[in-house]
């Protein structure tokens, strides 16, 4: 079992930067990709960034490369998305996800957290 809490969300004008946080918990967390997803309203859940717990491959998507990155602090067992230079359509519910690395579906998920960014 894997345990996700999500942080850092929040209203902020184009230009902007937040920084988002995922607190994981669990056993063998060295074992799993950490992954953010994103949902706009009316929109399907979008793939945003993820990154192994115990190297360092990341992936991100184009809509956000150049843009955001995602690192984490393994002493606080806690992943990171920093967006700079954040757009409206960047608008969205920000979840925090965790597969095995073994997998490619993510079966752990956070409750979530609103990031807005107004014109």
């Known amino acids: 079992q894997v345990q996700l809490v999500e942080s850092g969300g929040g209203s902020v004008q184009a230009g902007d930067a937040l920084k988002l946080s995922c607190l994981a918990s669990?056993?063998?967390?060295?074992?799993?990709?950490i992954g953010w997803y994103r949902q706009a309203p009316g929109k399907e859940r979008e793939f945003v960034a993820q990154i192994t717990w115990s190297g360092l491959t990341t992936f991100l998507s184009d809509s956000v490369k150049g843009r955001f990155t995602i690192a984490r602090d393994n002493a606080k067992n806690t992943v990171y998305l920093q967006m700079n230079s954040l757009k409206p359509e960047d608008t969205a519910v920000y979840y925090c996800?965790?597969?095995?690395?073994?997998?490619?579906?993510?079966?752990?998920w956070g409750q979530g957290t609103q990031v807005t960014v107004s014109s």
């Open positions: 996800a965790a597969r095995y690395s073994d997998s490619t579906l993510y079966n752990y």
């Open positions: 669990g056993r063998t967390l060295s074992r799993y990709v």
